[in-house]
């Protein structure tokens, strides 16, 4: 799904924005994600956003995506526009001609997620642009198991219905947010732990709490499937991505 979000941290300024700013001026990027969605075994939904979540953590943290690395243009110009991520399934042959073209593949417990360089709005690589969109719906076979408080939780907004692939772009988001809020030093010791981090979503009373809390907070611009709004909330874990606030619930 589609994802032109604009998302904030409420800690310090971000490249994602509330309504038109230079960044609308300037050439536009998508961050493109492909999950392999075979129809006899898809992956848990769970899992599937987890694993979303650390795909993009982990192109971000990547060393072709910083300083003189050879994605390290693409991303500036993606992170320097609008910051759109969008989620496309394959399965079969379309997953393995997807999987051979520049990119990391992050693999979960029943989860592959594929997280490709970013790349112009109209500049879609053909084994990318023929891949669906809309579809990507996923269940729980069994109750996902509480959030684990030694990592991050990405807390989703009980009050919205979304499809999986819109959920993956938005957890995608609560993502890269924590991770701009690190130092190098609890980045690094996240990157080596392999980004453990949970997805939940939140209780009524908490979610009230977690966007009052001056964590960093999705916004959705409204485009696809809900209104604009908060979707989103990164919360800190005891050992791993620290952000600031307390954890009174856990």
């Known amino acids: 799904m589609s994802s032109d979000d604009t998302s904030q941290s409420p800690v310090s300024p971000s490249p994602f924005h ?48 910083t300083g003189e690395g050879e994605w390290a243009g693409a991303m500036r110009d993606w992170e320097d526009a ?26 979960g417990g029943s989860a592959e997620v594929r997280v490709y360089p970013p790349i112009p709005l109209d500049g879609w690589p053909k084994e990318l642009a023929k891949l669906q969109v809309s579809g990507t719906d996923l269940d729980d076979p069994e109750p996902p198991a509480a959030p684990d408080p030694e990592g991050p939780v990405l807390w989703l907004n009980p009050e919205l219905e979304m499809s999986a692939g819109k959920t993956m772009a938005q957890v995608g988001h609560g993502a890269q947010l924590a991770w701009w809020e690190l130092s190098d030093t609890e980045r690094k010791a996240w990157r080596e732990a392999g980004f453990p981090l949970s997805v939940a979503t939140a209780p009524p009373e908490r979610w009230r709490e977690l966007t009052a809390s001056g964590l960093p907070v999705v916004r959705d611009a409204g485009f696809t499937e809900i209104a604009p709004g908060p979707t989103v909330v990164a919360e800190g874990g005891l050992r791993f991505c620290p952000l600031p606030g307390v954890r009174p619930h856990r």
Not at 33 to 54: I, M, Q, Y
Not at 82 to 107: D, F, M, S
């Open 18 to 65: 509330h309504g038109p700013t230079g960044r609308d001026e300037a050439p536009q990027y998508v961050l493109p994600l492909v999950v392999h969605l075979e129809k006899a075994a898809p992956p848990a939904r769970t899992d599937a956003l987890r694993t979303a979540a650390r795909a993009v953590l982990t192109i971000l943290a990547d060393d072709r995506s």
């Open 82 to 107: 609008r910051i759109r991520k969008v989620v496309r399934r394959a399965r079969g042959a379309e997953w393995r001609k997807a999987a051979a073209l520049p990119g990391i593949t992050v693999t």
